[in-house]
């Protein structure tokens, strides 16, 4: 695919404070990381017990906010899946954490399963007895009724080869829900190289609205609806004011939090968004 020159350079702010490059293929609009870490390398650049979404509680108030709001987009979570589905059918949550998404279906009935690389959350996960594949290539062919990524696809390290064998898991008919940052939001613009859901090079892959669309069209997928993560822009600015090392981070990112929600309201281009997709049945 042809790129154009690095468009930004952009420092791991939260652990090895190394400098990535962004570099974007015009046809998709995905900016990609680069260098990309060795796959055996890269799980290094997790090994922190900061990394909060392989943790299950925390002690300041900003750890404790994060929590509280994790529990809140679980409700919205189970609620965009109960408007899908009648009935409980088989998921897997790609990326799955600690098995919270998932432990929550599986008490609705559910057959619910995970991918998951980081072995402490993998750990957590079975621990409320939520199976794991490896990979998704070890999943059956059109085997789950829905599949979702939330904010983990801008991790996998192999998209290409991701999104193939996601799609051939999926069933005729069956639902795609992927939930990413999105680097065309107003909060994106205002904190440009300091926007912290850059998240380098943990973050492999950057979308803007139309990237997933692009990409998982000619695939046989319809996109039916896209939905905003509020609490993201708040979580995302407050991150960034701290990478700024503003005097007032929390209060700062919850005011430009809320200018980039107003401003998502009138375009429609939110901090970070949710896709929905379906598997055409022809």
């Not at 829905?146 to 069933?171: G, Q, R």
């Amino acid at each position: 695919m042809k790129k154009e020159k690095a468009k930004h350079k952009i420092k791991d702010h939260f652990l090895s404070q190394e400098v990535f490059l962004l570099e974007l293929e015009k046809n998709t609009e995905i900016l990609k990381t680069e260098p990309k870490p060795a796959r055996d390398k890269l799980l290094s650049y997790y090994d922190s017990n900061d990394y909060l979404s392989h943790q299950k509680h925390g002690t300041t108030f900003f750890v404790k906010s994060y929590f509280v709001s994790k529990k809140i987009m679980l409700f919205f979570k189970k609620r965009i899946v109960s408007k899908l589905f009648y009935r409980p059918g088989k998921v897997l949550d790609v990326g799955s954490g600690t098995g919270d998404f998932l432990f929550a279906l599986k008490k609705k009935g559910w057959d619910a399963a995970g991918v998951e690389p980081a072995k402490q959350a993998r750990e957590s996960a079975k621990a409320l007895g939520v199976h794991h594949f490896e990979s998704i290539k070890k999943c059956c062919s059109q085997e789950f009724d829905l599949i979702t990524f939330w904010h983990s696809l801008e991790h996998v390290y192999a998209l290409n080869e991701t999104i193939k064998d996601t799609v051939a898991a999926l069933k005729k008919g069956g639902r795609l829900i992927i939930a990413c940052p999105n680097y065309t939001s107003w909060d994106a613009k205002y904190y440009k190289k300091s926007w912290a859901a850059w998240d380098v090079p943990r973050h492999l892959w950057h979308f803007s609205p139309k990237s997933l669309r692009i990409v998982l069209e000619p695939m046989g997928l319809e996109q039916t609806d896209v939905k905003p993560m509020f609490l993201d822009a708040l979580y995302i600015s407050i991150l960034s004011e701290k990478i700024k090392k503003s005097k007032m981070p929390i209060f700062k990112g919850i005011f430009f939090g809320i200018i980039s929600n107003l401003s998502g309201l009138f375009r429609g281009n939110f901090s970070s968004q949710i896709y929905i997709f379906r598997k055409k049945i022809n």
